[in-house]
Each structure stands twice: as structure tokens, then as C-alpha cells.
């Protein structure tokens, strides 16, 4: 008992944040249908952008005591904003350029982007190719416990926040006009300039937006796990393609989906974790992967779109 | 029949050339360049018979190479135990990697067989692994299939990584009374496979890489790779005169692993060791970089950009902190500027015919 | 033009489809004899292209069924409704591109002779007779169609009339018994309007197919085509002689609206 319930808390956790992630990936695929390679390097810089903002603040690991809550607030704003800014250039300068031409090209420079941002975070004058250590932001205390599972602050901080963030961006999607022009990009964007929508800015804040999240995912993920492995290593790049499988499962495009994709990708790691075996922990997301793409394509809130002939 | 056989043996001669005149002449680290840019061609082509012939997004060739990899040196090292009670060398002059002049046998020895086997092996699994993995996802849009090769390699790399560990020259006991399938799981995990005997030479390396030339030049010329080429071009018009697109898509995706599955065997019977964590998605970046440099479809582009790409990194060795990132910019700037990298979806032959003439294209 | 159902070559048997709860085209029968010239014709929207997508599979009809000689059709994916003998071309051209001319037409000839990739790589049984048989076929093909002096250009480099006769020459290099054309016409000047009329004719006295044809063209539909069935909205409002056609109240009036 003990353990299902703790398997069914980790997995939840977990699954905010690769659902926070996965909302990235869908909030563009659903204006460009493109997959932005480069969106779980944006996570990863937004974890390491929390790091150095703290160690910046003179918060260090090794300190004893916590810092006041505020601080940590002040480290995710700013990690939002540095990595909404990168978001930004990104397509300005690697995608914009290839708006018309053919889809491989476009997919091949967000490869050559997402190596890009690996390979700098990893040099010495950027955050350097050793593994650091997140310094606590909140106290590590047990708020309860139940059947032997210890619920801590941290925890409930992260899904706290992660919640707060999926249903920011909800409201801001379907109920700002924000939103509504977004949505209409993403069904055609010669209707939506003709409607008098700044197509181009649209996209670049549905970017934005999506680096925005990312950038909180990494920091809710800097809280939770501490231990920073260098920007190039695999552990980051297999998080993102779980976050993308996430999408992926829960219907690419659709925002909703990519909430429910990425709780169900955090249970069944997690599950199959805790009752098969942990060695394969990638393998049972990717399998689900393969079932999904072979059964049901669109995922499971997505709609199968036709292309016009 | 005999006819189609003239390039390859062509293509043997060559590999016999290369092996023993040119390699004594450039000695160790040139003939080492020269082996590794022929791995490097076999990788490189292989990928641009799916990404160039067929415009499908595939980034994960170094699961194939990884896979073969493994199989060929679990079925070199194993094998040796069982038929030969140790993992030294049986080989013949043509498979010798040690000293020069310090092997004195024959042309071909009994544990060159074994390496053709692995060889083959490596091909067979990697084109298995191509099968399972490309029949579902093909059927399906570019993206997706890039998102599961990609998936693919990081599993591969955490399923080979996470095998038990070798058994040892002082388990032969063990080694001889295990079954195959004991044997598969014993590849030595985080730490890698080691003390695999090596064959591979410059004369073995060019004779799979004459191979691949020859099939995917082959390919290309043909109705069958004009279908490729029309999937590429445009799917729906593909099909309306009558193309399989899914079945010639994976049919292109299981060659392409066979191919990735030999290098791969050639790669770990070379330096004797592998270590799937050097095969991972940087590694598969890196063949992916080849083909786009040198054009997607491009055989001849593939091959000496391959060859461009194994020699520079050695050229510019005390910038290798950078390497990563200037392939990265590259990729980035070529394909906003120069997206059919050095000759587009033409041979070399191609361009060179055009200046004659100053008809546009040709038919390649 | 009563032909019994087994001689017809197309048999389209009340097709019906929508998209999301809109009914895009309804209860849309057809039947084409051998030789026969037919045209398809309404306001923009009135689902002609999508009846064309009904017959070659990339839509699945909701109901109804479709045959060519015969053989049910409906159901089966598109490269496999090519193989039965239905070719068409597109409203937007679709050819490919960096492919040349020759090889366009090529794709189209080597349908009816496939290789394996065995025999490709091998370059064993016949592999040499099968490729010059191709060859020759779409030579022949571009010779008709008068695009032999272009073989050697990529397909996007030709000027636009050229590009539509090459898309027609690759449909008929498979050697089919119905030909779709959906607007074949589309962006040509009245000289190259002409020379096609005559072409579409030729190809149906050469080739002995039965040609379906989608046009706005109302000369030339009127001009070339035996028979002419008319949608609106999905719906099938008339089917006639050309002449019959050109007085019809309901196709007046669907073209023109309503008489105030």
C-alpha cells in the first residue's frame, strides 16, 4: 500500500513537470506543426539558469539554513525571463529564416539549435562540464505523512506550482484574446493576418511562452532533484523526449492533451519502475510511444487532420 | 551476372591497394584516417539512402551502428572462446592489426570467417532493429519518425548499457558451457565490451565500403530509387501512380540499418572494444551532419563529406572543445543558406557533365 | 448511354461524405462506358475535387461504393486503386519537381513493372530488358504528348502548360482504363486551351480510356464532353448533354443565383 501510494505521488509529480514541458512542445507544434528539437535544451538551461541566478543571490548548497521564499520566487522569474529571451532569439534567428521552406530544413536546424545550446552550456566559462548542486530554496521539512509516504514541502511546492502554471496558461489560451489569436494562427495563418492578426509575433510569443515553461519545468526540477548533471549529458535529452512523447500521447496540438500525456507518461515510468524493473525506466515510455503511434496516432485527445489535396 | 559482379571486384582491388601500398606509406595515424573516413562513408551513405533518397528524418544511426557493434564483437569474442578456447587472432595478413611485419601466416586464416559472420551479424540485428522500429513509424509523418529514432538510440544505448558484465578469458568454463542467449546479456554494461579481438583493416573497411557504394549508386539509378526519390518529392503524387509509399520507406530504412549494423561491427572489431555510450545521439548528430553537408541524396556528397569530416577534427585538435559547436552553427547556417549542402540530390559526375553542357539538371 | 454495370469502366454507386457533421458531398453516382469523355462541373466548393479524392482513396466514402471494370475499389488505399487502372491528376500540380521530365514520367511507366530490391542492387533477371522497356514506354509517352525536346529538364523548370501536359503524360504512362484530370486547364491561354481539347481527345481515341474531367472552363467542357453532371453544395443537380445542361434552370441559377 505504502508503496503504491508513493509510486502514485512520484508519478504525479514527475508528470507536471514533463506535462510542463510537453505544453512547450505542443504550443508550438500547434502554430508551426514543427517540433522544436531544441525546446528540452531550453529546460535544461532553465535549470541551469536557476542554479547560477541562486548562486548569484549567495545562496550555496552547503548553507544551513534556508533562504527567505521570496528569493526563490525572485530565481524562477528570472530563469522565465532569461530563457523566454533565448526562446525568442532562437526563432528569430534559426527558424524564422526557414518559415518557407521545407520541413526537413527546418527540423535539421532545430537539431543543429538544440546541440548548439548543449555544447555551449557545457563550456567552462558557461556553466562548465561538471555536475553541480542545486542549493536548497525551500527547508526540507515532511508537512505529513500518510501510510508511511512522507509528503515534503517540496514536493507539494513543484505540483503546486506546476498546477498553477497549466492552469495559467488554460485561461490565458482559451479565454484572453491573446489566446484566441493564437488559436487562430494555428489553424491558418493567412486567415488569421487576414482577421488582422501580427501573424509573426504571434509566433514568436507562442515561443516565448513555451520557453517560459520550460524555464519553470527546470526549475521546479533543480528543486526536486538537485544534483545538476552538465548541460550535454543524455539525462536531460532523454527528459525531453519523454516530455515529447508526453505531448505525443496526449495528442499533439492540443493543450489539454498535453496535461493529461504528460501525468499518464510520469505513472506509468514510475509504475513500471516500481513493479517491473528500474533498470528499463525509458523503455516502458517509449514502448507506450510505439503502441501509441502503431493504435492511435493522433493521441488520445488529438484529432487526425487530412491534408488538402 | 557476371557483368554486375565487375564493380566489386573492382572495388576489391582497390581495398587490396589501399592495404598494402598506400597504408605502409602514410604509417599509423594516416592509415588509422583512412580506416575510420571508410567507416565513416559506409555510416554516411547508408543514412542518405533514407534522409536524402527518401526525405525521411532519421536521427538515430548510431543505435544501428551500436547494435551491430555489439553483436559482432559478442559473436568475435564469444565465438573465439568456443571454437578456439581464447579471443587471440586466427586471422589472416589481411585482417593483421598489430605491428607491421609481424605476422607471418597466411593470406586468410580460419578466424576470418568468423569475422565475415560477425560482419554480417552486426547487419542482420542492426536491419532487424530497422524493421521493428521503422514499420510503425513511417507509416506516419516526418516528425514522428524522427522523435522515435532518436528514442530509439537513447534505448538502445540504455539497454546495451545496462547488460551484466563480460566474462573473462579465466571463465572459459563458464564461457563454453553458457547458450547463446546467457551469452547476450553478458556485454559488459556501463563499462563496455572489451579484449574483442580486432580484424578490421583498411583492405576489409573499403571492401564494405565498395559494397556500399555499389548498392546505393545502384539504387539510386533505378526505378526503384526514382519510386524513393518520388516519395521524397511528394507522397501523395507517389502513390497516385501506384507506389507503396510505407513499404518502400521501411524496405530503405532496414538496408540503411544493415549498413549502419556493419560499420558498426567494422568499428568495435577494429579497435577491439565498444562502449555504447560513445554511440549515442552526439554520435548520430555527427553522420546526420555528413549527409547534410554533403546533400541529402547525394552519394558521392555523402562520401566526401564523410571523409572531409573524419580528417578535420584531427586537423583542428586543439579546438576540439569547439568542434560540437561549430557543427552545430554549421548545420544552422547551411541550411538558411546553403540547404543542399555541397551537390544537392546530384552525383559528383552529374555536376561536372552540366558545365560541359549548359542544359539545366540531368537525370541522375 | 445505357451501358449494363459490367461493361462500364467507372461505376460510382451513390458516395457520400462529411467532414465534421458537414455533408460535403451527397449521394454522388456516376457510370462511364469505355470511351467515354465526361465532365464534372460547379461553383467553387461544390465538392468536384472532393469526389476525385472519394474515388482515389484519399477520403474513404461514408457510404456508397465505387467500381472500375467491375472490381470494388472503395476501401482499397490509393497506390492500390493506380494499380486497378484509375489514374489522376491534381488541381494544384503535383510532379516531382527535382526529377526530370523523363523521370516524371518514368515513375508512371514503371508501375506496371516493378522491381525488388534484390534485382535492383543485383542487377539480375531481366533487370536490363525491364529498365529499357521503361524507358521506352515513357519516351513514347513524352513523344505524344510533345514534351520530348524537355527530357532532360528538372519538372520545375518547365513553364506552366508543359507542366500540366507532363502531369497528364506520367497518369497515362500506367496505362489506365479511367483517367481523372481535375482542371487540366487551369491558368492556360485560349491557343494552349485549344491544343489541350485536341489532346484530351486524341489521348481518349489512342488510349481507349474513359476521361473524367473537372473544368471552369465552360467553352471547352461544353466543347469536348458527351456528358456533364453538375453539383452543388455536395449535391448533384443535373446531368446532361451539354446542351441540355446549358439551359437547365437549377444549373442557372446554382451559377448565376437567383433571377431577381
Known amino acids: 500500500m505504502t508503496l503504491l501510494i508513493q509510486t502514485l505521488t512520484d508519478g504525479i509529480a514527475v508528470g507536471a513537470l514533463y506535462a510542463l514541458i510537453a505544453l ?27 542554479f547560477a541566478i541562486a548562486a548569484a543571490l549567495g545562496l550555496s548548497a552547503s548553507a544551513g539554513q534556508s533562504p527567505p521564499w521570496y528569493l526563490g520566487l525572485a530565481v524562477l522569474l528570472a530563469a522565465m525571463v532569461g530563457c523566454g529571451i533565448v526562446g525568442f532569439i532562437i526563432e528569430r534567428l534559426a527558424y524564422r529564416p526557414l518559415r518557407q521552406a521545407p520541413r526537413l530544413n527546418v527540423l535539421i536546424s532545430a537539431i543543429g539549435v538544440s546541440l548548439l545550446l548543449q555544447n555551449i552550456g557545457q563550456l567552462p566559462h558557461a556553466f562548465g562540464p561538471y555536475p553541480r548542486a542545486m542549493p536548497a530554496l525551500l527547508p526540507d521539512r515532511v508537512i505529513f505523512t500518510i501510510v508511511g509516504v ?43 493576418a487576414l482577421m488582422g492578426i501580427n501573424v509573426s509575433a504571434i509566433i514568436s510569443m507562442t515561443f516565448v511562452l513555451g520557453s517560459m515553461l520550460a524555464a519553470a519545468a527546470g526549475f521546479l526540477y533543480a528543486m526536486k532533484y538537485a544534483q545538476l548533471k552538465q548541460t550535454a549529458d543524455s539525462v536531460w535529452v532523454l527528459l525531453g523526449l519523454k516530455a515529447f512523447v508526453a505531448a505525443v500521447v496526449g495528442g499533439i496540438g492540443n493543450i489539454r492533451g498535453a496535461m493529461l500525456g504528460g501525468i ?8 513500471g519502475v516500481a513493479y517491473l524493473s528500474d533498470k528499463y525506466r525509458d523503455v516502458y515510455v517509449f514502448s507506450l510511444l510505439i503502441i501509441v503511434l502503431l493504435v492511435r496516432p493522433s493521441g488520445i485527445l488529438g484529432n487526425a487532420t487530412v491534408e488538402k489535396v | 551476372m557476371p557483368r554486375a559482379l565487375a564493380p566489386l571486384l573492382l572495388g576489391g582491388v582497390i581495398a587490396l591497394i589501399l592495404h598494402l601500398v598506400v597504408q605502409p606509406a602514410v604509417g599509423g595515424f594516416g592509415s588509422n584516417l583512412i580506416l575510420f573516413a571508410g567507416i565513416n562513408i559506409i555510416l554516411a551513405v547508408s543514412l542518405t539512402v533514407v534522409n536524402g533518397f527518401t526525405g525521411q528524418f532519421s536521427i538515430g544511426h548510431a543505435g544501428f551502428m551500436a547494435l551491430g557493434g555489439y553483436t559482432a564483437a559478442a559473436l568475435m569474442y564469444y565465438g573465439s572462446f568456443k571454437i578456439y578456447g581464447n579471443a587471440n587472432f586466427h586471422g589472416g595478413a589481411l585482417s593483421w592489426t598489430g605491428r607491421v611485419g609481424g605476422f607471418s ?96 583493416t583498411v583492405f576489409w573497411v573499403y571492401v564494405w565500403v565498395a559494397i556500399m557504394l555499389i548498392v546505393a549508386i545502384r539504387l539510386k539509378r533505378s526505378s526503384y530509387g526514382r519510386a524513393l526519390l518520388s516519395i521524397r518529392e511528394d ?42 555510450g560513445e554511440l549515442g545521439f552526439q554520435r548520430s548528430f555527427e553522420i546526420l551532419i555528413m549527409v547534410v553537408l554533403g546533400g541529402l541524396g547525394s552519394v558521392t556528397g555523402a562520401a566526401l563529406a564523410a571523409i572531409i569530416l573524419t580528417a578535420l577534427p584531427e586537423v583542428l585538435r586543439f579546438v576540439d572543445q569547439y568542434r560540437m559547436i561549430v557543427y552545430s552553427l554549421l548545420l544552422i547556417v547551411m541550411m538558411i543558406v546553403r540547404p543542399q549542402g555541397l551537390f544537392g540530390v546530384r552525383e559528383v559526375w552529374d555536376l561536372m557533365r552540366r558545365r560541359r553542357r549548359q542544359v539545366t539538371g540531368g537525370d541522375a | 448511354m445505357n451501358a449494363s454495370l459490367a461493361e462500364n469502366l467507372l461505376d460510382v454507386r ?112 531481366g533487370y536490363v530488358a525491364t529498365e529499357r522497356h521503361i524507358d521506352a514506354w515513357a519516351r513514347e509517352m513524352l513523344r505524344i504528348m510533345g514534351l520530348s ?43 494552349e486551351k485549344v491544343e489541350l481539347m485536341e489532346l484530351i481527345r486524341f489521348i481518349r481515341d489512342k488510349f481507349e480510356v474513359a476521361i473524367l474531367l473537372i473544368e471552369h472552363d465552360m467553352n471547352l467542357v461544353m466543347r469536348i464532353c458527351e456528358q456533364i453532371t453538375v453539383l452543388d453544395h455536395g449535391e448533384t443537380i443535373a446531368v446532361g448533354t451539354p446542351a441540355n445542361i446549358q439551359c437547365h434552370p437549377k444549373v442557372i441559377e446554382a451559377y448565376l443565383g437567383e433571377p431577381v
Request: aromatic share 10%; with cysteine; glycine share 12%.
Open chain 2, 105 to 200: 601466416g597466411p593470406w586468410m586464416g580460419s578466424g576470418d570467417l568468423l569475422f565475415v559472420i560477425a560482419c554480417l551479424a552486426g547487419g542482420i540485428v542492426a536491419a532487424a532493429a530497422g524493421w521493428i522500429v521503422g514499420l510503425p513509424s513511417l507509416r506516419l509523418r516526418g516528425d514522428y519518425l524522427a522523435i522515435v529514432t532518436l528514442g530509439f538510440g537513447e534505448i538502445a544505448r540504455v539497454i546495451l548499457q545496462g547488460t551484466d558484465a563480460q566474462l573473462r578469458r579465466s571463465q572459459l568454463d563458464a564461457i563454453r558451457s553458457a547458450s547463446p542467449l546467457q551469452l547476450m546479456n553478458k556485454l559488459g554494461g556501463a563499462l563496455g565490451f572489451i579484449g574483442i579481438p580486432p580484424y578490421t
Open chain 3, 149 to 191: 525536346h524537355r527530357e532532360t529538364e528538372q519538372a520545375k523548370h518547365l513553364p506552366y502548360g508543359d507542366q500540366r501536359r507532363l502531369e497528364i503524360a506520367r497518369a497515362l504512362a500506367t496505362q489506365p482504363k479511367v483517367l481523372l484530370l481535375d482542371e487540366p486547364a487551369a491558368g492556360m491561354n485560349p491557343r
Open chain 1, 150 to 192: 512522507q509528503f515534503r514541502l517540496v514536493d507539494m511546492v513543484v505540483l503546486a506550482t506546476a498546477l498553477f502554471l497549466m492552469v495559467g496558461i488554460q485561461w490565458l489560451v482559451f479565454h484572453t484574446k491573446v489566446g484566441t489569436a493564437m488559436r487562430a494562427v494555428s489553424f491558418n495563418h493567412q486567415t488569421a
Open chain 3, 14 to 125: 451513390a458516395i457520400s461524405i462529411s467532414f465534421g457533421g458537414l455533408s460535403a458531398v451527397k449521394d454522388f453516382s456516376l457510370a462511364l462506358p469505355p470511351r467515354a469523355l465526361y465532365g464534372l462541373i460547379g461553383p467553387n466548393g461544390a465538392g468536384k475535387t472532393t469526389v476525385f479524392n472519394l474515388l482515389t482513396a484519399v477520403y474513404q466514402p461514408d457510404q456508397g461504393s465505387v467500381h472500375v471494370c467491375g472490381r470494388q475499389i472503395n476501401g482499397l488505399k490509393t497506390f492500390q486503386i493506380a494499380h486497378a487502372g484509375l489514374a489522376r491528376t491534381f488541381q494544384n500540380i503535383r510532379l516531382f519537381g527535382e526529377l526530370s521530365v523523363l523521370d516524371n514520367v518514368r515513375m508512371g511507366a514503371q508501375m506496371r513493372e516493378p522491381h525488388g530490391l534484390t534485382t535492383t542492387v543485383l542487377r539480375t533477371g
Open chain 1, 264 to 271: 499518464t507518461i510520469g505513472l506509468i515510468e514510475f509504475f
Open chain 2, 235 to 276: 507522397e501523395i503524387a507517389a502513390q497516385a501512380v501506384g507506389i507503396n509509399n510505407t513499404r518502400y520507406k521501411v524496405r530503405a530504412f532496414v538496408l540503411s540499418s544493415f549498413f549502419a549494423g556493419v560499420a558498426g561491427a567494422l568499428y568495435s572489431l577494429q579497435i577491439g572494444s565498444i562502449n555504447a
Open chain 1, 24 to 50: 512547450g512542445y505542443t504550443l508550438v507544434y500547434g502554430i508551426l506543426q514543427f517540433i522544436n528539437f531544441a525546446h528540452s535544451d531550453v529546460f535544461t538551461l532553465g535549470a541551469w539558469l536557476s
